[in-house]
């Protein structure tokens, strides 16, 4: 399997995301700067967390202006699948890669903490290292992470079975069915990470990438990396 993480002045967890994937892997991912016209053909693209551009203008939309993510859609659009993480979620929804916008925070601060999730669909190459229904514990690390759409969107998000996680307490349950304070940015519907109509690019917020190994205090962000070596392997 090749993979490739696309680095944006700004970027953070880029460098988190080539230790994870290289473990999962076996082999080192290609790191590819946001300069570049093009990017080789690989198996996985992964657009990382971080503050691309200092998040000016509005978090994701210069990263999506990137001479590379040209390329990067050309591949999406071609069934490449692509991650996008927390800033990278930003970025696919800004190029058009996934629906609705990443608005500031309900509460209007910056979120980092650890948080639960849900797993809504396991069908997928990102999301069969896990069960559906399985809760599991991630980090969260953002300012604009509230999640937002049209009616007519969200339905089709539901109905296609096309949202990946939602917030949830230590017991599974979201705000909506009680459980309270389990949404930390007041996305719609409790909404964590959604996937494209093809369901082969998933964005969401929270970093699986910083809780996947045992000296970071958890393993539950590994299951995404294994499962999409063992997927696209």
């Known amino acids: 399997m090749k993979a490739a993480v696309i680095v944006f002045p700004g970027s953070n967890c880029d460098r ?18 946001h300069g570049d016209a093009t990017l080789a053909d690989v198996d996985l ?35 490449v699948p692509v991650l996008g993480i927390c800033n990278g979620f930003q970025v696919l929804t800004e190029c058009g890669l996934l ?14 903490k650890d948080i639960h999730l849900r797993t809504e669909a ?5 999301t069969q290292g896990y069960d559906k229904g399985q809760v599991i514990r991630v980090p969260v690390a ?3 992470g509230n999640y937002f759409t049209d009616d007519d969107t969200l339905k089709r998000l539901n109905d296609e079975n096309r949202v990946a996680f ?23 519907d409790d909404i964590a990470g959604i996937f494209s109509a093809a369901r082969t690019v998933l964005g969401l917020m929270p970093h699986p990438e910083r809780l996947s190994d ?5 393993t539950d962000g590994r299951p995404m990396f294994d499962g999409l070596v063992q997927a696209l392997g």
């Not at 000016?56 to 390329?71: E, F, H, I, N, T």
């Not at 396991?122 to 990102?126: E, G, H, I, R, S």
Request: proline letters at 7%; glycine letters at 14%; a neutral charge.
């Open 214 to 218: 045992p000296a970071m205090g958890g």
């Open 142 to 144: 953002h300012h604009d």
């Open 16 to 33: 988190d995301v080539q230790v994870v994937l290289r473990e999962s892997m076996g082999s080192e991912p290609l790191m590819v700067w």
């Open 99 to 112: 629906p609705g916008v990443l608005m500031l925070n309900a509460g209007l601060k910056f979120v980092c």
């Open 122 to 126: 396991a069908d997928t190459p990102f």
């Open 166 to 188: 939602r917030y949830v307490n230590a017991d599974g349950q979201t705000s909506k069915e009680g459980g309270n304070g389990a949404n930390p940015n007041g996305s719609m």
């Open 45 to 79: 693209i992964v657009v990382p967390g971080g503050f691309s551009y200092g998040d000016y203008l509005r978090s994701g939309a210069m990263a999506a202006q990137s001479p590379v993510m040209k390329d990067v859609v050309a591949k999406a659009k071609k069934g």
